[in-house]
């Protein structure tokens, strides 16, 4: 059965740094979406893309996120300047179109210190 | 805008007995709904999912959820708990727009034996 992929699957950075975070969806997917979860929290819609841009994004997607689809396969997430509140399960998912339901990646779990 | 509650914020049952898990939804269309699933520390796992028809709908692991749009409900079932089960539950509205997904907080399940 194909599967949303992410990488790293645990990632530790220091306040301040950038991180990448990838992922590769569903081959022949179409919309693409980054969430959040906070430990202990509920899973926060980040960002979707479709059609190589933004489609939508949440007020917790400020100027210190940016998602990009620099291939046909990769779909990242970039953090400018971590912050300790950074720290969460960064969950992409993927989608092929409306009435199918949204296929989640693994998760990538980023600790800022 | 849409949302989803989740009154329990945990629930224990005995291992064999029957559960019921919560969700109310609020939506201006027909929704499509989703349960989750998630292991600690793990990722997310669709469990069943509702976009339209049978509004009884079964999904993996022995589940099974009902849609009743008079009450904005999608409670989840199942008959017989097992040990395996116990875990964080997530019930999700689908945006039809941006097709995005919303969570409702969780529900905390625990089974003792």
């Known amino acids: 059965e194909p599967e949303v992929t992410q990488t790293p699957s645990h990632q530790v950075t220091q306040m301040g740094q950038e991180v990448i975070l990838r992922c590769v969806p569903i081959s022949n997917h179409l919309y693409f979406y980054w969430y959040r979860q906070i430990l202990g929290q509920k899973v926060e819609f980040l960002v979707s893309f479709y059609n190589n841009e933004i489609s939508e994004k949440s007020e917790i997607f400020d100027d210190q996120f940016s998602v990009e689809r620099p291939d046909g396969s990769n779909f990242t997430l970039k953090i400018r300047s971590t912050k300790l509140e950074d720290s969460a399960m960064y969950f992409c998912a993927s989608l092929l179109s409306g009435g199918t339901g949204e296929f989640f990646g693994p998760g990538t779990r980023l600790t800022v210190l | 805008a849409q949302s989803v509650t989740q009154p329990d914020i945990h629930i224990t049952v005995s291992e064999g007995a029957s559960l019921e898990l919560r969700c109310n939804y609020s939506y201006g269309a027909t929704p499509y709904l989703f349960w989750y699933v998630q292991s600690p520390g793990q990722g997310l796992q669709l469990l069943l999912k509702?976009?339209?028809?049978?509004?009884l709908v079964q999904g993996i692991k022995g589940f099974e959820a009902e849609f009743k749009r008079s009450q904005s409900s999608f409670n989840l079932r199942k008959p017989s708990v097992h040990w395996s089960d116990a875990a964080e539950y997530f019930c999700?509205?689908?945006?039809?727009?941006?097709?995005?997904?919303?969570f409702g907080a969780g529900t905390r399940l625990f089974v003792k034996a």
């Open positions: 999700a509205v689908g945006n039809t727009g941006g097709f995005k997904t919303i």
């Open positions: 509702y976009f339209s028809g049978d509004t």
